[in-house]
Each structure stands twice: as structure tokens, then as C-alpha cells.
């Protein structure tokens, strides 16, 4: 199986594509306020549900979807509702692609595209007009990070950044928070735990060969003993509402 097949299974039942509820993405689209005609991307859109909720609570902005792994269900939902004259999905790399400022940029659980959550808030930057809006996930660290949390996640010690890390670092590129909301250990069990059930969900009753299925049932086990036995209660995820600062365009 292609590893895009198995990020789309997983994501079957959680679309989201991060450890937030629904009612919670919707709070934070609600914070932004585009105005009519405005133009918005999602950087690394993943499974594409972030920019439709996007264009759903706007119905006077238009977006542009950039994934490198676009799933095969994106235009099928997008036409179910009533989006698809409003976006276009582009199978790019997002850290290279390239179409001018946008009033809204998205770019949210994408950071490993960009090399880290500092390189991706310059890509965001780079991409919004003066005075745009702007929101942003990413993983952050809850306290210092055990070895097993660390060998789970594979990943060095300062990987990401603690909430107030995360905070700096978003001042520090000429953002102001305008709202944002810390994942709930319950919000992360949902993700994963569906993550992994949605996988071996179809390697049991959908898989078309053996090897469909161990290499589901392999993915299914692995990811969730990396949050069961390492990353839990250590990893924590933080989307911010941002606004661009840096530069006065008032009147």
C-alpha cells in the first residue's frame, strides 16, 4: 500500500487531520474575518477539512487547497458541499509553491514540510499580504519530554516548543494571537485511537489481499503503540488565530 492510501483510511471517521474536535475548528474559523472577494490557502492541507470549513463559514472567500498527498475523497466531498466552484487542489510541495499573497493563509499540523515550526511561520508570512490573517497548528511539548516519549516520536529533545515557545516564536514573525485553543488529552485519544481503529476497521472487512491487510493492521498497531506507550500526556497541539502586525496599513 502507498502511504497515501493509508493516511486517507485513517483518516476516514476524523477528517480534521489534528487532535481537534469539530466544534472546535469551527470556533477558531470563526475568529477569522475575511472580507468578500478575499483569497485563502491551506499550506499542507491535508484532508482538506480545514479550508472547506473555512469557505463554508465565508461564503464570499475563495481558497486554494496545496497538499502533497491530495486524498482521492477531496473532490467528491468538496462538490457535496456545494464548494467547487470556489476552490481549486493543487498536489504540490507546499513549501515551494507559489501564486502571490493571500488575505488567509491555513497551515495547520504541516510544519514537517517546512523543517519546524519557525521555517513555517516564515513560509506563512511570505505568503500573506500586509495586514492579513492568519492559523496555524503544531505540535508543542507538555513539560520535558521522557526518553520514551522521545524514542515513540523519534524526534530530539527540542523538537517542538513548549505553549509560550509556540507564542514567541508567533510575536517573533510579526503575529499578534487573536485566539487560540490548546488540544485536550481527550481531543488527542479521539484523533489517534481513530487513526489507528479506521485502519484496522478496513483491514478487517475491506482489505482486497492479505497483504492489504497486515500492511494496514502493521500501520494501525504501530501508530497507536507510539501514543499509548511514549508520546501520551507528553505531546500536546496548539492552533493559533493570528494577525499580521509587522506592518501598519491603516489608513
Known amino acids: 500500500m502507498e502511504r497515501s492510501e493509508i493516511f486517507d483510511i485513517a483518516h476516514l471517521r476524523h477528517p480534521i487531520g489534528a487532535p481537534v474536535a469539530p466544534e472546535r475548528l469551527r470556533e477558531l474559523v470563526g475568529w477569522l474575518s475575511p472580507a468578500d472577494g478575499a483569497r485563502a490557502v491551506d499550506l499542507?492541507?491535508?484532508?482538506?477539512?480545514?479550508?472547506?470549513?473555512?469557505?463554508?463559514?465565508?461564503?464570499?472567500?475563495?481558497?486554494?487547497?496545496?497538499?502533497?498527498?491530495l486524498p482521492a475523497s477531496a473532490a467528491r466531498r468538496t462538490d457535496e458541499r456545494g464548494l467547487s466552484d470556489r476552490v481549486r487542489w493543487i498536489e504540490a510541495d507546499a513549501a515551494t509553491w507559489d501564486d502571490g499573497a493571500f488575505d488567509v493563509v491555513l497551515c495547520v499540523g504541516a510544519s514537517h514540510a517546512f523543517g519546524g515550526l519557525d521555517a513555517t511561520l516564515g513560509a506563512v508570512r511570505q505568503r500573506l499580504r500586509p495586514g492579513g490573517q492568519a492559523l496555524v497548528g503544531d505540535s508543542i511539548r507538555e513539560g520535558t519530554p521522557s526518553d520514551s516519549a522521545l524514542a515513540a516520536l523519534d524526534v530530539p529533545a527540542d523538537a517542538y516548543p513548549d505553549l509560550a515557545g509556540f507564542v514567541r516564536a508567533v510575536r517573533a514573525?510579526?503575529?499578534?494571537?487573536?485566539?487560540?485553543?490548546?488540544?485536550?488529552?481527550?481531543?488527542?485519544?479521539?484523533?489517534?485511537l481513530s487513526w489507528a481503529g479506521s485502519l484496522v476497521d478496513w483491514?478487517?472487512?475491506?482489505?482486497?489481499?492479505?497483504?492489504?491487510?497486515?500492511?494496514?493492521?502493521?500501520?494501525?498497531?504501530?501508530?497507536?503503540d507510539?501514543?499509548?506507550?511514549?508520546?501520551?500526556?507528553?505531546?500536546?497541539?496548539?492552533?493559533?488565530?493570528l494577525h499580521d502586525v509587522a506592518t501598519d496599513v491603516r489608513d
Open 44 to 69: 499542507g492541507c491535508g484532508e482538506v477539512e480545514w479550508l472547506q470549513e473555512l469557505l463554508l463559514a465565508h461564503p464570499g472567500t475563495t481558497g486554494v487547497g496545496i497538499g502533497h498527498m
Open 173 to 192: 514573525h510579526g503575529f499578534e494571537p487573536l485566539f487560540g485553543h490548546v488540544s485536550t488529552l481527550a481531543e488527542w485519544d479521539d484523533y489517534q
Open 203 to 224: 483491514a478487517v472487512r475491506e482489505a482486497p489481499t492479505a497483504e492489504d491487510r497486515a500492511q494496514a493492521l502493521a500501520a494501525a498497531r504501530g501508530n497507536r
Open 226 to 241: 507510539a501514543w499509548l506507550d511514549g508520546a501520551r500526556r507528553e505531546l500536546g497541539f496548539a492552533t493559533f488565530v
